[in-house]
């Protein structure tokens, strides 16, 4: 496997920064050098001991000094402050992405930080799993899941960056910050929002019901508690940085719940039923697009 | 595996009614007759082609009249109208259950229609999958699944439809109806009504969205759209016969779910945070318990 990149640093050492270092490692790539750097010595150490990556550093600028790709790999309210820090210690000509699931936040706060021989290339894995930190991480996460580059047209840099991603299993595509926004705001951020609320408001009955809620959650209430039981910072910063997308579509949710209600209030089974059937051709389309 | 019913006769070839005939015939129990009845013909030819039920009948009362056992897997819409098509039908000292997902609805549909010498006990397997009809149904479904019997008390009678239940792999408990409608509104009827709602909301959104919404769907909106595609009649029945476990679950929904649009609003990240933490530990006990 052929990568542009030679030095490629990771900052953050969650689910995705060591599922990268773990994608890299496997390729088996003896001409990679990669550097790894967290801000929790922790988490260094446990990455340390993993033996995937070249040089875990401690101290965050040597892990980017060399880098020709640096990847933010850290929650999104920590984009502006990584940025200032590394600014100065960035090498000319590096790309830098990051891999936030909110865009025109994470462009607006690591832009002005970056230096004009660097090119910040935003970008987004649909990848992951209820797990986090260090330990979470796997080679295979990225495979056949979409990576989402953020671009107003295709360069030669996007075209490495985008090579680099499909070498770790992705399929690549190029879109605008804003429509990424919108389109992460109801199949990734609502549903989220929405799975956080329900185990919440199922887990204030707990004391009522005794622990019959958990007990009796395989008749559906289970599969939310999976979403809801990821990172908490991560998914507060989330919703603190895509706020506008995320309330205009909880306000749309909001109404066509409010439908629901008043249909069951009133007792109308045609609607309910209708309404209940045009559901269903979607997960048979999820299915047939390979993302299930 | 000894069977203390001989006769056993499942109203409804849906992916309940077959599944527990999948699960009989596994047993290989020879002693045991089994007879089957669906009100569309189709399935009932469905299911007599699996060769897995010794009788499949052409009338209700023929597949009734003989069974020690009677199992009505059907809506909890129809049931006061089968429960009456086949009360002179059912013979001396039968026992009848049912499978519905709501119960002091079905105990006041079908208890009026219960001969003095029959024994109703209404119950409901607390498992299934978001297919439906008889092609669904497999033997393992009831594996290590909570299986409700609704009852005031332990009797000779509830102990052997328990000791089956236990026999197709289930574990069972006893509750009261009204216990088992407010466990079910919030472990299983408002999920499934919450799903539906958001696969609804970003079905609207799909023609601004291209086909994005499903191309994106594995980052969270994939889980809803499982729950979303269950059999909408049987949804439909359910909504409109829990309608007050329901009610009052949502409204406790949607005042916490307020109460995060708010925090997301006056950008107030530690509520968030301290949101998202207290659910995290919901997933463990359900892992711990054994039910994921």
Partial sequence: MEFDFKKISVIGLGLIGTSILHAINASKNTKIITYAYDINSK???????????????????????????????????????????????????????????????????????????????????????????????????????????????????????????????????????KYHDKILAITSHLPHLIAYTIVGTASDLEADLKNDVIKFSASGFRDFTRLASSDPIMWRDIFLNNSDAVLEMLQRFNEDLSDLQKAIRKNQGEKLHAFFSRTRSIRKKIIDAGQI
């Fill in 43 to 177: 988490h260094r150490d446990i990455v340390s001991e993993m033996g995937i990556v070249t040089f875990v550093c401690d101290d965050i600028h040597k892990a980017v000094q060399d880098a020709d790709l640096v990847i933010l790999a850290i929650p999104v309210g920590t984009m502006k402050s990584v940025a200032s820090l590394i600014s100065p210690s960035l090498k000319k000509n590096a790309v830098i992405t990051d891999t936030g699931s909110t865009k025109s936040s994470v462009i607006n706060d690591i832009n002005p930080y970056i230096p004009k021989n660097v090119n910040f290339i935003p970008s987004h894995p649909l990848a992951g799993t209820e797990y986090s930190g260090p330990e979470a991480g796997f080679s295979t996460l990225f495979q056949n899941r979409y990576w989402l580059i953020i671009s107003n047209k295709e360069t030669e840099q996007t075209k490495k960056l985008a090579k680099f991603f499909e070498n770790l299993g992705s399929i690549v595509e190029i879109v605008s910050a």
